[in-house]
């Protein structure tokens, strides 16, 4: 089993930034793939930003120029610098970790971003 913790959320103006956390534990040798995913009310659940564990990177088109991820393998840790943040950025975002390309995913319980003046 693998258990995630995830930080970082919260209230934050237009054009602000927030950092998001996300600690991965339990039976882990390795992670394949760590990412961010987010929901806002009445949508779809979105890709965000994704890396994996060589370091290659893939994100959402929305926030492209705006988010930057990263991860720690020695902690587990992936992190999500967000950056000129927008309205409809405002969304529950949810860690996703991938031990195996072909493994069960595993979902933290999710942190609320807002965004508004």
């Known amino acids: 089993q693998v258990q995630l913790v995830e930080s970082g959320g919260g209230l934050v103006q237009p054009g602000g930034s927030l950092r998001l956390s996300c600690a991965a534990s339990g039976s882990i040798i390795s992670i394949y793939a760590m990412g961010w995913y987010r929901q806002a009310p009445g949508k779809q659940r979105e890709l965000v930003a994704r890396i994996g564990s060589g370091g290659s990177t893939n994100y959402g088109d929305s926030v492209k120029g705006r988010f930057t991820i990263s991860r720690d393998n020695a902690q587990n840790t992936v992190y999500l610098q967000m950056n000129s943040l927008k309205p409809e950025d405002t969304a529950v975002y949810y860690c996703?970790?991938?031990?195996?390309?072909?493994?069960?995913?595993?979902w933290g319980q999710g942190t609320q971003v807002t965004v508004a003046s």
């Open positions: 996703n970790v991938l031990l195996t390309p072909w493994g069960q995913a595993y």
